[in-house]
């Protein structure tokens, strides 16, 4: 049982404490997209991502259109239930239909290798806005 001080009005207290509530739940909301993902070429090795750093096939990386650099998100194959937790570092992809594109590494981690595209769930949190 919460003792409320005499001092503070209870609506006020209540207020506070659902304001808290929200905010707590929004800020911390995951989200969900499913499409289709594919997976770099092996040319694209050790060249400029778009975030700036060189990529690599056997990093846990991956491109997604408008996710901030830096964003961890998880990947989950549709077909076979395997996931891997990547981290977005570039732009893209800008075929049509196709969500993110995955590095060699995690490509293979959710068994997609041979097929090449594969349709996926990815999941994230979404970071809280600053203004």
Request: a positive charge; glycine letters at 6%.
């Amino acid at each position: 049982m919460i003792t409320i001080p005499a001092n503070v009005e209870r609506k006020w207290l209540l207020f506070t404490i659902a304001a808290l509530m929200v905010c707590t739940t929004a800020c911390s909301r995951k989200i969900t997209e499913k499409g289709k993902a594919s997976y770099y070429a092996n040319s694209f090795d050790g060249k400029r991502t778009a975030s700036g750093e060189t990529f690599h096939q056997r990093h846990l990386t991956a491109a997604h259109r408008t996710l901030p650099f830096g964003t961890r998100v998880t990947v989950t194959n549709i077909s076979n239930g395997k996931s891997v937790k990547v981290r977005i570092n570039d732009r893209g992809p800008f075929a049509p239909g196709r969500i993110i594109d995955l590095s060699n590494k995690a490509a293979s981690k959710i068994g997609m290798l041979n097929t090449g595209v594969a349709n996926v769930e990815i999941k994230y949190k979404k970071k809280k806005s600053k203004t």
